[in-house]
């Protein structure tokens, strides 16, 4: 029976194709390696400066996957009464990293030239101990902290509070020159 002209005849096929895909995406890895090397990690006494910024050593590092609120930034109680709930969540992050070694792995710069970071002190993600507590918003990799929080009323969750990113802008502190951003892109 001949073939049609619409069939194709499959015959055994060299593997020599796929194991020359194989070693060129092998040798690009190698390659990329060299010049992408992995985060370095930054280990040390770490203090507070905001909810969701460290300082360790000369280096200032911000947490990744969340935003806490800011600093000056006050929230309202389920009565309405304001409190500071920033200075809170500093301390939250205070009481975190106290007497223990807080080791991050990097993951580049911000346009505020901070160190961005995942970090872990006494065993634990510091990001997702923020969320789980309520003093911060996060990104979906928190996800199950954040609906725990927001669930149980804990933290700013307790009441009412500006979007900390909402709060900045309507603050003026998300403002920024062109030539810090574009510094801030090449981590300087």
């Not at 060299?14 to 090397?37: H, K, N, Y």
Request: proline fraction near 4%; charge should be neutral; aromatic fraction near 8%.
């Amino acid at each position: 029976m001949r073939g049609t002209p619409w069939t194709r005849r499959r015959g055994f096929r060299s593997p020599i194709g796929a194991v020359a895909t194989l070693v060129a995406i092998a040798l690009l890895a190698v390659v990329a390696a060299q010049f992408w090397p992995p985060p370095a990690a930054l280990s040390g006494q770490a203090r507070a400066v905001d909810g969701d910024t460290l300082r360790i050593g000369d280096s200032r590092v911000r947490l990744v996957g969340l935003d806490a609120v800011e600093l000056d930034q006050n929230c309202r109680d389920a009565s309405g009464a304001e409190w500071p709930c920033g200075r809170e969540a500093r301390s939250f992050l205070d009481r975190l990293i106290e007497k223990t070694t807080t080791t991050c792995a990097t993951d580049g710069h911000d346009r505020y030239r901070r160190v961005l970071a995942r970090c872990r002190a006494a065993g634990g993600d510091l990001g997702e101990q923020l969320v789980r507590a309520g003093w911060a918003v996060a990104e979906l990799e928190y996800g199950l902290a954040l609906a725990e929080a927001r669930l149980n009323g804990r933290g700013i969750w307790a009441g009412r509070f500006d979007d900390p990113a909402d709060w900045r802008r309507s603050h003026g502190a998300d403002d920024d020159d062109f030539w810090s951003w574009l510094m801030g892109l090449f981590g300087r």
